[in-house]
């Protein structure tokens, strides 16, 4: 009585995208995440690291000098 590609559920017709598509978005999920943790720059460390007091001024301004060369 269920035509082609129905089997109650209606996977094949309606909601068989739903898995691939959740699949794709979690692999997009994944690499955007890890680009944003491996995307700081040296800039972003050293402000980082004066704001945390592990470096004084003075070494602050030196390195920060630095990277602008």
Not at 13 to 21: C, E, R, S
Not at 27 to 38: D, L, T
Not at 57 to 62: C, F, G, H, K
Request: net charge negative.
């Amino acid at each position: 009585m269920n035509g082609y590609g129905m089997n109650g559920w209606g996977f094949e017709m309606g909601f068989g995208w739903l898995i691939p598509l959740l699949f794709i978005a979690a692999i997009v999920y994944f690499f955007m995440n890890n680009k944003q943790k491996a995307g700081r720059s040296a800039r972003d460390i050293l402000d980082e690291k004066y704001a945390n007091g592990e470096i004084d001024e003075q070494e602050y301004n030196r390195m920060r000098d630095e990277l602008n060369k």
